[in-house]
Structures are given as C-alpha cells and as structure tokens.
C-alpha cells in the first residue's frame, strides 16, 4: 500500500516560517512528480507547488513565488515545502501529492496525482 505522511504544520505567527515535509512509502517515487496542495477553510482545494523528478522543472501558485520553495530528496522518497514569510492567507491544509506514470512532468492540475497524503495544518496568525 502507498502512504504519503506530511509532517512539520503548526501554528506560526504571520513572517514566520516552516518547513514540511512528505514522506512516501509503499513505491518509490524518485522517478514521478510531486506537489504540494492546499485548502483553506470553506475554499477550494488549490495548487501550491510542484516539481519534476530532476527538477527539471517548477511550478509555483502566483502567491507564494518568491517565499516558497519545494524541493525533493529522491534518496528518501520525500517532498519538502519550505515556506518563509508566511502570511495569514497560507493557513490550510496542506497536502501532498505524487504522480504514479514514470517522468511525469508537475502538474497544477490536482486530477493529475494520484497519491495523496493526510495532510498537515498549517495556521499563521496575525
């Protein structure tokens, strides 16, 4: 079975930061893209980040560019979301999310991925 575990959400003052991360296990996922997703309260799922196996290529929702990083770490099958700066409309849940077809490139689409995580609460005050 596939299990994709996000870790590291908490409550953060507004300019603070944090760092999640997605542990994946089940299948190997070194080789498929990967994103991150969020939903804020009474809003719609909506794309955040996402990246390529090779990083290659990536792809950032307008509102976090310049203050969110993704990045990956093929050896430990793991997704990584560094966020900085953050402000109280990144509060959600956050989920992460892979692609299962081999060299897939990153998608914006949510229907894309195909494994998701629980996702982690991610709160920033004002």
């Known amino acids: 079975q596939v299990h994709m575990v996000e870790s590291g959400g908490g409550l953060v003052q507004a300019g603070g930061s944090l760092r999640l991360s997605c542990a994946a296990s089940?299948?190997?996922?070194?080789?498929?893209?990967m994103g991150w997703f969020r939903q804020a309260p009474g809003k719609e799922r909506e794309f955040v980040a996402a990246?390529?196996?090779?990083?290659?290529?990536?792809y950032y929702v307008d509102s976090v560019k310049g203050r969110f990083t993704i990045s990956r770490d093929n050896a430990k099958n793991t997704v990584y979301l560094e966020m900085n700066s953050l402000k109280p409309e990144d509060t959600g849940i956050y989920y992460c999310?892979?692609?299962?077809?081999?060299?897939?490139?990153?998608?914006?689409?949510?229907?894309?991925?195909?494994?998701w995580g629980q996702g982690t609460q991610v709160t920033v005050s004002s």
């Open positions: 089940g299948r190997t996922f070194s080789r498929n893209a």
């Open positions: 990246t390529m196996w090779r990083d290659l290529s990536t």
């Open positions: 999310a892979a692609d299962s077809n081999l060299f897939s490139r990153p998608s914006l689409d949510a229907h894309e991925y195909d494994y």
